[in-house]
């Protein structure tokens, strides 16, 4: 079955399923061409003269949009982080496999214009995801653009790639998973405790300068810190050290209920 169309004010013909499903997105378009062009593949302009362009240039420029404000997001929301970490958790977040995986979670193969003897691919879906936020971009500008790589890319990956950096940490040291604990003190400093098997093995406490009271974004903070000390100077034996004194910890416990010899 065909999807109906609904005609425009300026008597454009659009695919009503496609608008529909973009008002969902909390998408109102101003000039509907630049979203028709985004689930538009190369193949299709081969069988149709009456269309011109495909999605690649939106694509390209969805491209740059999406690594600049995964850049800016870490760079703002997450202080502790080095260099190194930001753009190790950038290319996690902006990374092909990712982006497919987003676009075909929102279903966005639903749309895309093929010809006839092309194959929907997972990588074509990534693409249009690209191409949809450059269309945002040219239609809606810089504001609508960043708000949606933020709720459908940035918060759909990060938080699960943090937890799975920070824990894996410990997994490689074959140590048990460790607990991580945030509050605000009276004096607005945020304090964060990681503690392992009850024990406290790290803390600090920070200013919350941009006075943030949303349990998640403490937490990310505090492993964003912890694992910054890691790779700083100071925190280079944390893991040799920790293991050390819990060995040492069994060895005082062992002796201590040791029977008596007669």
């Known amino acids: 079955m065909k999807n109906k169309v609904l005609k425009l004010k300026n008597n454009k013909i659009f695919d009503k399923k496609l608008a529909t499903f973009l008002k969902n997105l909390d998408i109102f378009p101003n000039n509907w061409e630049f979203f028709e062009k985004a689930f538009i593949h190369a ?16 694509e390209f420029l969805g491209d740059a949009l999406i690594d600049f404000v995964v ?20 290319i996690e977040i ?8 987003i676009g075909m979670e929102l279903k966005l193969g639903d749309f895309v214009k093929l010809s006839n003897g092309a194959e929907l691919t997972e990588n074509t879906v990534g693409d249009v995801l690209e191409a949809l936020v450059g269309a ?22 990060f938080s699960e790639i943090l937890k799975y950096d920070f824990f894996s940490l410990f997994q490689e040291q074959k140590l048990p998973e460790p607990r991580v604990r945030v509050s605000l003190t009276s004096n607005n400093l945020v304090l964060s405790i990681i503690e392992l098997d009850g024990d406290i093995i790290w803390s600090q406490a920070i200013p919350n300068n941009k006075n ?11 492993m964003a810190s912890f694992t910054s000390f890691l790779k ?8 040799s050290d920790l293991k050390e004194k819990i060995e ?9 209920i040791k029977p008596k010899k007669n």
């Open 43 to 58: 193949s299709y302009i081969n069988e149709h003269e009456d269309v011109s362009e495909s999605y690649d240039r939106l």
């Open 71 to 90: 850049a800016k997001k870490l760079f703002e929301l997450y202080p502790k982080y080095n260099e190194g970490l930001l753009t190790r958790t950038k």
């Open 94 to 101: 902006v990374k092909g496999e990712n982006l497919n995986r």
């Open 136 to 157: 945002i971009y040219e239609d809606m500008g810089m504001k609508k653009a960043t708000e949606f790589v933020e709720k459908y890319i940035f918060e759909r990956t």
């Open 212 to 222: 943030y009271d949303d349990k998640s974004v403490l937490e990310h903070n505090a």
């Open 232 to 239: 700083s100077s100071k925190g280079s034996h944390f893991f």
């Open 248 to 256: 040492n910890q069994k060895m005082c416990k062992k002796l201590a």
